[in-house]
């Protein structure tokens, strides 16, 4: 198995809070490939940031670069790498460049919030794409035009994008597949004691109905409404209606196995998405009252300054770069 073009090129550009985790499965998938027996190398990569210093990943590890932001081959393929912190830590000059170099016809993708990059570059609209599901309540607020999967990983056309962490891996061999066969993806998939890689429409989360506390299927079926109604909140008598318990039925339930009230754990799931909202996107605080269902700013305060001891005013946004389409 020899590479018929020589090896394939990769850009990987880490933005500061990156995931370690789910750039070191990405980079690994390629460098384990490289030492397979006969052929090779089959890919080659170099690492970036927006100055060309060391970047801390999110638990503080520094990861040395090759340089800075600069122009690539046609035939490169551009990664963009990020996790905590993503709209803080892009700057209109990443993103100048970013939009510049895939004019080049490149495929480009992105790991955990690295789709939120993306975005905020105005790349994805219209596009099938997933990011880690902590982002994708502000991802599809801000773009509700783009076609959010919960995958573990999408590809549409050049564009393909991850939920990071151990799913980097999986769409990495996903790429070596595609690139020199199964042979070569099932071998670095040994070498990574990885005996069972998933495909892309894995879901990213446990299903409710097999956590540990969630084992009683019409509890799940109340909380999988909830999850999918933040906007506009059901209430617990239509909850009931829809999934044949009487109120007094489903309240034992939380008791039992939430230990909390029906309404008392919709309210932490609205308010969670609000937080989320807050801290990702530059929405106003008025945008994200409504978003999460609350029909008043002074409930919607005073619900969130008693959840998090802060005023949904005051809480520190994360994604401060206004988005623009582009295209």
């Known amino acids: 198995m020899t590479p018929a073009a020589g090896p394939k090129s990769y850009a990987f550009v880490l933005i500061p809070g990156f995931s370690q985790l789910g750039f070191a499965c990405a980079l690994e998938a390629l460098s384990l490939a490289n030492r397979y027996p006969t052929g090779g190398p089959f890919y080659t990569w170099r690492v970036l940031s927006e100055t060309g210093e060391p970047v801390a990943a999110y638990n503080g590890v520094t990861t040395a670069t090759d340089g800075p932001l600069t122009e ?27 939009r510049r170099e895939v004019r080049r016809g490149m495929d480009f993708g992105a790991l955990s919030s690295g789709t939120y990059v993306l975005a905020l570059a105005g790349l994805i609209s219209g596009k099938r794409v997933t990011t880690h599901w902590e982002y994708r309540a502000a991802l599809t607020e801000i773009l509700p035009d783009v076609i959010m999967e919960d995958n573990i990983f999408s590809n549409d056309g050049r564009v393909f994008t991850t939920a990071g962490g151990a799913a980097s891996m999986d769409m990495m061999l996903d790429r070596i597949r595609t690139d020199y066969g199964a042979d070569l993806a099932t071998w670095v998939a040994d070498q990574m004691v990885y005996t069972n890689p998933r495909l892309p429409d894995h879901a990213q989360r446990v299903a409710l109905i097999t956590r540990p506390r969630v084992r009683n299927q019409k509890l799940a079926l109340a909380l999988q409404i909830m999850t999918n109604n933040i906007e506009d909140p059901m209430s617990p008598d239509e909850i009931c209606d829809l999934i044949g318990l009487s109120t007094r039925q489903l309240e034992r339930l939380f008791a039992r196995y939430m230990g909390s009230s029906p309404k008392r754990y919709y309210l932490r799931l609205r308010l969670a998405k609000a937080r989320d909202l807050l801290r990702q996107t530059d929405f106003s605080v008025t945008d994200v009252c409504v978003a999460c269902g609350f029909r008043s700013l002074s409930h919607f305060s005073k619900s969130y300054r008693a959840a998090y001891g802060i005023s949904p005013g005051l809480e520190g946004g994360t994604a401060k770069l206004v988005w623009r389409n582009t295209e």
């Open 72 to 98: 690539l081959a046609r035939d490169e393929t551009l990664v963009i790498c990020a996790g905590e912190d993503v709209g803080r830590n892009t700057s209109k000059k990443l993103l100048s460049w970013l």
